[in-house]
């Protein structure tokens, strides 16, 4: 696309993206105040796009953009499926599962076909902790990393961070508490980096067996220069919740029981659910998160998902919007 | 009759405290005279002023390879890259495929290591039949065949039945049995440490209990048993605490560490922060034991300098490309060391963080006195008379950065990749025959 076709296929309301200089999103830790912020302002304009009788902008057209999958995904592949058509791109889905993964083909063989057939940017989710960094290196593609193992899902950061400001406003001072799984959450560990970057207070909450080293009760960080967001922990929820402005449930693998983690699921809801009785020691208007896919029951009482301070539909909604900004910034927002 | 003499360098014997400028003379391969002018009247001379000169250096654990991997490694390549990094004695590992576990498989790779070797190759036999912990091997035909020592490396004896059994064999035999300690119920799927980087990269971490606990347990029953236990390399602070604690009551315990245990942190796995993202992944830094946090490398180092740990050796475990090429789970274990080991370990020299001729000592004459390896080759490690005429010739002060695709190792996966270093190997003698000039 030539350089005043696109300028016209901007979405009216996005300004000039000065600040967005990267070539990929891998995690959030990388972003400055000043990007984050960014994504927040176009995520605004693709919110009113989105809104429109036609929610389309060609800002993408003629672009592919290959969502290549190897871990089991609905709504974030959904989510990026409509993220990129909203802005006009072609999308190939690539599920591992029918690909040529299953015939020993090593990622980067993957990536780099991805690649030769003509695609511009890599959507990927994988079950192994920094896969997409491994893609980015060996590839000129735009890699935006899906969610890899247990260690970061940036737009799912960007959008609970969309989402809380959306109701909140400024972020700083606010008091955001993450529960459960905390030790295989990608989505904990996002948020941690981009809720303190922004001036949030965040709390992480869960049994000691489901937390990670160096923030498990006798461990200790304590190892010269930790490049660590500063988060808090607290393995009691009761007081966790206190006066919190913001309470995000994290989904419990069912595994993790078999493992010798939990005792018992029983047991687990008992400590670490998020019911009624729970969230009324929370701020009166505190929002009620969680990333999905829920497990309503376990980690978060019905009652609660629904209420009226629960954000959970308005977060997979606001995931298109910045999902679209991302993409829009990563490819279009530097011309 | 072929004489070699090394002459005008500062030669170091630490197996007699030597200390002095002037030559060392071999006659026929073997060390004939160290002193001033000691190499006059040589054939031949290596001109070493300005140079620091050392027994031939001995690596008492590393990865060759050879047979059924040699894609990786080769006894030929893993030789030249030994002869490079300054090392003219290596003992191999046996877990190689199929693994060293018959007097045949030892007497195979000595054969084999006299017909395309370039340093000298002692290799450590199999502690259980295929490596699999269930039986012992034929130690007593093993050591007949030339086995120096037994280990199940990488795979540590999980049974503690067997394992007593063992060290009370080999202690018959008077061979070290060597433990890679790991629980492996507790370092299961993870790879890297367990600690603030694993956190940060989402990895699954490898507690220090995994290593501590095993050796705890291997050390209890070599102090009962009296079966001489060598404690493959140590990694973590409490692993250091133990062996002290044990050897202080006397028990018959020897340990090894690693040049990349005393230098690197776990934060080599996260890398410099120039790759995309700013976090390498970087799978050349995975290693097992894993690189572990500053604190145990202060121990690690405070422990060799004072002798509670041996000796260094490489671990040097050469992969293939495709092994260290992938996703940070997949990826093999180990670190190609030979050709780095001397620089590496002399950036502690440099820092004031070791002493010079306790450096020397822990890469020649510690690791033959830890495994007792002067039994099998009278001198070896020292300059004394009479000793095989290996001299290792370094170069303190010359800098070089490391250049992976360059090392005569087929295996080029190391962390240190353009990495500067000071002090390097520029000529390295074996048996009284150059097999290493710069």
Redesign the interface.
């Known amino acids: 696309m030539r350089d005043d076709a696109r300028e016209q296929a901007r979405p009216t309301s996005v300004r000039e993206a000065p600040a967005w200089k990267r070539?990929?999103l891998?995690?959030v830790?990388?972003l400055t105040p000043e990007e984050i912020e960014l994504v927040m302002d176009t995520a605004d304009a693709m919110r009113e796009v989105l809104s429109r009788e036609v929610p389309r902008v060609p800002a993408l057209r003629g672009l592919t953009v290959v969502n290549l999958f190897y871990e089991p995904s609905t709504r974030t592949r959904a989510s990026f499926e409509l993220a990129a058509k909203a802005l006009g791109a072609d999308v190939v889905n690539i599920a591992a599962e029918q690909s040529s993964v299953k015939k020993g083909e090593?990622?980067?063989d993957t990536v780099r076909t991805v690649e030769a057939l003509g695609a511009e940017v890599l959507v990927m989710r994988?079950w192994?902790?920094?896969?997409p960094?491994?893609a980015?290196?060996h590839t000129r593609l735009h890699?935006v990393n899906a969610g890899?193992?247990?260690?970061?899902h940036p737009t799912q950061a960007l959008l609970d961070i969309y989402t809380i400001r959306r109701h909140l406003g400024d972020l700083r001072g606010r008091k955001v508490v993450i529960v459960g799984d905390i030790a295989h959450s990608?989505v904990a560990?996002s948020n941690a980096w981009g809720l303190t970057a922004l001036g949030a207070q965040v709390v992480l909450c869960g049994p000691p067996t489901l937390l990670?080293?160096?923030?498990r009760p006798g461990?200790s960080?304590d190892?010269?220069e930790?490049?660590?967001p500063p988060v808090q922990v607290e393995m009691d929820l009761d007081k966790a919740i206190e006066g919190a402005d913001v309470v995000m449930a994290l989904r419990l693998q069912r595994e993790r029981m078999a493992g010798g983690v939990l005792p018992s699921l029983r047991e687990y809801v008992r400590l670490y659910q998020i019911n009624v009785q729970r969230l009324a020691r929370a701020r009166p208007d505190a929002l009620v998160m969680h990333p999905g896919p829920m497990n309503e029951g376990v980690e978060i009482a019905p009652e609660v998902a629904r209420s009226a301070q629960s954000v959970i539909e308005e977060q997979v909604t606001n995931g298109v919007a910045v999902r679209m900004a991302v993409l829009y910034l990563l490819t279009g927002g530097k011309a | 009759m072929t004489s070699l003499a090394v002459r005008g360098g500062r030669v170091l014997d630490p197996s007699r405290g030597v200390d002095l400028v002037g030559d060392v003379l071999i006659v026929d391969g073997r060390i004939a005279a160290v002193g001033p002018d000691a190499g006059r009247d040589a054939g031949e001379a290596v001109d070493a002023s300005g140079l620091l000169v050392l027994p031939g250096l001995v690596d008492v654990h590393c990865h060759l390879r050879e047979p059924g991997l040699e894609h990786k490694e080769t006894i030929e390549s893993g030789t030249l890259a030994a002869a490079r990094g300054g090392f003219t004695t290596v003992c191999c590992m046996p877990n190689t495929e199929p693994p060293l576990d018959t007097p045949a498989m030892v007497r195979w790779v000595r054969g084999r290591a006299e017909q395309v070797a370039h340093v000298r190759v002692l290799p450590i036999a199999c502690t259980t039949r295929e490596r699999k912990g269930r039986e012992l091997a034929d130690l007593a035909e093993l050591a007949e065949a030339g086995a120096v020592a037994f280990s199940d490396d990488g795979d540590p004896v999980a049974d503690p039945a067997l394992l007593r059994h063992a060290l009370e064999y080999a202690s018959v035999l008077g061979l070290p049995v060597i433990e890679h300690c790991e629980d492996k119920l507790l370092s299961a799927g993870g790879v890297m440490h367990?600690?603030?980087v694993?956190?940060?990269?989402?990895?699954r971490?490898i507690?220090a209990a995994a290593e501590e606990s095993a050796v705890a347990r291997a050390l209890t029953l070599a102090a009962e048993t009296g079966g001489h236990l060598h404690v493959a390399h140590v990694s973590t602070a409490g692993a250091v605490a133990l062996v002290e604690a044990y050897r202080a009551r006397g028990a018959p315990v020897t340990a090894e560490v690693t040049p990349h245990h005393l230098c690197l942190?776990h934060e080599a796995v996260?890398g410099s922060g120039e790759?995309?993202?700013?976090?390498?992944?970087d799978t050349n830094a995975k290693v097992n034991p894993p690189l572990r946090?500053?604190?145990d490398v202060a121990a690690c180092r405070d422990g060799l300098s004072r002798g509670v740990i041996d000796c260094i050796a490489t671990d040097h475990a050469p992969h293939a490309v495709?092994d260290k090429?992938?996703?940070?789970?997949?990826a093999a274990f180990g670190i190609s060391g030979l050709e780095t080991a001397l620089a590496l370990c002399l950036s502690l020299v440099h820092e004031g963080r070791l002493h010079l001729m306790r450096l020397a000592e822990a890469m020649t004459i510690g690791p033959v006195r830890a495994l007792g390896l002067d039994r099998h080759v009278p001198g070896l490690g020292t300059l004394a008379v009479g000793a095989p005429g290996d001299v290792t010739v370094v170069d303190l002060q010359q800098e070089w950065t490391v250049e992976p695709e360059r090392f005569a190792s087929k295996g080029k996966n190391t962390p240190l990749a353009g990495r500067r270093l000071r002090g390097r190997v520029v000529c390295t003698i074996y048996g009284g025959r150059k097999v290493w000039q710069e």
Do not use: I, K, N
């Not at chain 1, 890899?148 to 970061?152: F, K, R, T, V």
């Not at chain 1, 990670?212 to 923030?215: E, H, M, R, S, V």
């Not at chain 2, 090429?325 to 997949?330: H, P, V």
């Open positions: 070539e990929h891998l995690d830790d990388e090593s990622l980067l994988h192994q902790s920094g896969a960094y491994l980015a290196r890699v890899d193992g247990s260690h970061a990608r560990r990670p080293a160096g923030l461990t960080m190892d010269g930790v490049a660590m | 367990e600690g603030w694993a956190t940060r990269l989402g990895l971490g507690p942190t996260m790759s995309p993202g700013g976090l390498a992944y946090t500053r604190a495709e090429l992938c996703e940070f789970d997949l």
